[in-house]
């Protein structure tokens, strides 16, 4: 019974979506709308920004939608893809049952997120493939709002955060499988500012999309910024920074996008399915033989835990990864 009446809950949904958005979109343009669809992590929400500006060729003049979390709206629209944005989990059924009122419906398959397979490639050069475009896979360059720039920028001010050498760190939250412990950020911190590389400061949210409202601790010697910028902010800021260190996220994602040197940590997702070989360098992945264990069937932990302790992030080296650091802050091996 409670599967029969969430499938009737989600067709409801489905429906009063079809009400309240596709059909006024007809109705005022005489044009059926398009609809892009991809409802997880702003990571893969900024992946499918390449495949879906070369989608909206195939369709000019259309009404574009995107339906995506609604903590990530502000990517599509700082992307261009399109100022309409919403976040009706179950969209799909909008594409199935209700295709014919839709010029177009475009939802972001990745291997790693559809039943009985697997990713093969860089999660850009899926989405490409997916619909037949010619395969990239670069990271899509994410604009700097002007405005965004200027508040970020006057909020380090406010807190005495120089811009020059800026590194900035990413901790969490996020799957516990995918975490580093906080034991060797502090390590990590203590390591780099002993070398000399003291302004260093720590991004990130006090809740994640899937757990709520989270404890996050700070890391000793870093400044908190914790829940300190919009995401357009958060794009200005990291694109101003000398480094970017974090685990697999969305901001890892962001420092792609800006160009900003980064060095990624990781264990139980692999970079190679995510990003294009150059930016590959500057990562650190677990040596352990059951790293990257979401990229296999059956999978052995996600929401249901890690039958190893998580061994593949837990006995991730520090010296690794300050090798990593120092290879990008000292290119010239000072």
């Keep these: 019974m409670k599967k029969l009446s969430a499938l009737i809950q989600r067709h409801a949904q489905a429906f009063w979506y079809v009400l309240t958005v596709v059909a006024p979109v ?79 419906f475009y939802h972001f398959a990745h291997g790693d997120d559809t039943p009985g397979k697997v990713a093969q490639e860089p999660m850009v050069a899926e989405f490409f493939r997916q619909f037949g475009l010619p395969v990239s896979e670069e990271h899509p360059q994410l604009p700097i709002n002007p405005s965004a720039q200027q508040k970020a920028l006057a909020i380090l001010k406010a807190r005495n955060v120089a811009l020059d050498s800026l590194v900035l760190i990413h901790p969490g939250p996020s799957w516990t499988v995918k975490e580093w412990p906080l034991a060797n950020w502090n390590q990590l911190v203590a390591a780099l500012r002993e070398r000399g590389f003291t302004n260093i400061a ?49 901001l890892l994602h962001i420092a792609a996008g800006t160009r900003t040197p980064s060095v990624g940590l990781w264990g139980s997702t692999l970079p190679h399915f995510f990003y294009a070989k150059n930016v ?55």
């Design 202 to 250: 720590q991004l990130g949210v006090g809740r994640y999309m899937n757990f709520g409202k989270v404890e996050v601790p700070v890391v000793p010697g870093a400044l908190s910024l914790l829940d300190a910028f919009t995401i357009e902010e958060c794009i200005a800021v990291i694109a101003q920074a000398r480094l970017f260190i974090g685990i697999d996220s969305g």
């Design 26 to 104: 007809i109705l005022r343009t005489g044009r059926r709308p398009v609809i892009f669809s991809r409802f997880t992590g702003m990571g893969d929400i900024i992946c499918t920004i390449p495949a879906a500006l070369e989608l909206k060729k195939r369709h000019p003049g259309a009404t574009f939608i995107y339906n995506c979390h609604p903590d990530f709206a502000a990517v599509p629209k700082l992307a261009g893809l399109t100022g309409r944005i919403t976040s009706l989990p179950p969209v799909g059924l909008v594409g199935h049952w209700y295709s014919f009122l839709l010029e177009g």
């Design 280 to 334: 590959l360098e500057s990562f650190v992945v677990s040596r352990v033989e059951c790293a990257g264990c979401y990229h296999r069937l059956p999978r052995l932990h996600w929401v249901t835990g890690c039958p190893y302790d998580i061994r593949c992030m837990k006995t991730l080296p520090v010296e690794d990864v300050l090798k990593a650091c120092f290879a990008k802050l000292e290119p010239s091996g000072k």
